[in-house]
């Protein structure tokens, strides 16, 4: 198509310049000059064609005088270039001091100051030189103000200033002027700074713009929410709160067990064993079993049987084994909470099972294995060396720990084969 289009082009100035030619030649035109006795006579196609060429020679002679001029701000460029090229690999690799160096001397070129001193200023936040780097962001400001002052508020949330991160993108934010990397910069700032009202109130603009993955915005909108949950002073303000969530928010698992957590212990357990028991059945959540057997409550027994029955599709979830050791042993039900323990201490270590098992064997009566249990949970926390327990045949011998298999089947119902 393009070659057609060249080639009907090249017939349409051909045509012009045959009909150019004829009507030219019909009458070329006449031109005199006459200056102190000297007469020039030639026609005005030839006029024009001198003009044109004295033209021509002008432009290269003053090229040719500029050069050696235009040589040094040529040199100037290039050099300021790599500079900056160099200045930001260094800023990649953490030689942070090299690149603060390099970026520097690059912002001397009026086209490269505001990116080269914008990236100076990160690398002296990096150092921690976090008074070099505001200093950087006055100057850059002239150039790049609303980069400038995304990057501004970083430096001080970094620099433990979060309040005053906070006010600085506040007016912008409540306006809805941010740019994109500002709403992130706003959601972390107000989250430092306690302010919980306005990090969620950030949250929908920040979705808008884009600048997160969507992996990213929920482990975010996760933070926010579980420290908004937190941060409430009694039973009514988190029951408000919750009721203003949005259903989408209010599904993810770290929020509902923040929820359920802080409503217990306002002492509002059934709405927190409602929300936990809907969770559940919505979809399968570790966090929230474990989170289920910690809830204090009278119907203890219907709550161990509900979670028995579980055991049917997960007998290796090591969370769900948990939860019915410690519920067996708030029962005192202590060999039953042995087993479920044993078991899932030997799915995955943890902390909370090993503190558990301590708790059962005390309750067995058996200190010397119930001081070995907590220290194994201490070591844990320490990451030292747990150390197995030796078989106890007061309380029935060694247990069989392994995991039991169980037939997985696909949508078709299908067996899968484990890998």
């Known amino acids: ?68 001029f235009g040589a040094f701000s040529r040199r100037h460029r290039r050099v300021s270039r790599q500079r900056l090229a ?19 001397r690059a912002s001397r070129l009026d086209t490269l100051r505001g990116p080269a001193l914008l990236a100076a200023a990160e690398a002296a936040s990096r150092r921690g030189e976090h008074a070099r780097a505001l200093e950087a962001l006055n100057q850059a400001a002239q150039v790049a103000p609303r980069a400038a002052r995304v990057l501004r508020a970083r430096v001080l949330r970094r620099d433990g200033k979060p309040a005053e991160a906070l006010a600085l993108l506040t007016p912008e934010g409540d306006s809805g002027n941010l740019s994109p990397g500002g709403w992130r910069e706003l959601v ?50 988190l029951n408000t709160l919750w009721s203003q969530l949005p259903k989408a928010q209010r599904r993810a698992p770290a929020v509902i067990d923040a929820y359920a957590r802080k409503a217990a212990s306002y002492g509002l357990v059934l709405p927190a064993m409602d929300e936990v028991e809907s969770a559940l059945r919505r979809e399968w959540s570790p966090q929230l079993v474990e989170t289920y057997g910690l809830l204090a409550g009278d119907d203890l027994d219907a709550r161990m049987r509900r979670a028995e029955a579980w055991l049917d599709a997960h007998p290796n979830d090591p969370s769900l084994l948990l939860t019915l050791g410690r519920m067996c042993a708030r029962l005192g039900l202590w060999a039953k909470a042995r087993q ?21 064997y005390t309750g067995l009566g ?17 990451g030292e060396v747990t150390q197995p327990l030796p078989e106890n045949p007061v309380v029935g011998g060694k247990l069989d720990t ?12 299908v067996p899968r084969l484990k890998e």
């Open 1 to 68: 198509m393009k070659l057609w289009r060249w080639i009907l082009a090249l017939v349409i100035v051909a045509a012009l310049a045959a009909f150019g030619w004829h009507w030219v030649a019909e009458d070329p035109g006449y031109v005199l000059i006459r200056f102190r006795g000297v007469n020039v006579q030639t026609s005005l196609l030839a006029a024009v064609l001198i003009l044109l060429v004295i033209w021509a020679l002008l432009g290269v002679l003053w090229r040719a005088v500029r050069w050696p």
């Open 86 to 104: 160099d200045g930001l690999v260094a800023l990649m690799e953490g030689r942070h001091g090299d690149a603060e160096r390099d970026l520097h």
């Open 188 to 237: 972390l700032a107000a989250l430092a700074a306690g302010d919980t009202r306005r990090a969620r109130n950030a949250l929908e603009p920040l979705q808008k713009s884009g600048v997160m993955s969507a992996r990213a915005y929920a482990s975010l909108e996760t933070l926010v929410l579980v420290a908004s949950i937190q941060a409430t002073g009694d039973g009514a303000v």
């Open 340 to 360: 479920y323990l044993e078991r899932s201490l030997a799915l995955v270590p943890s902390t909370g099972g090993w503190e558990a098992l301590g708790d059962v």
């Open 366 to 382: 058996d200190a010397a294995l119930a001081q070995r249990c907590y220290r194994n949970a201490i070591a844990m926390v320490r």
């Open 402 to 413: 392994r995991p039991i298999a169980i037939e997985e089947r696909d949508v078709h119902g």
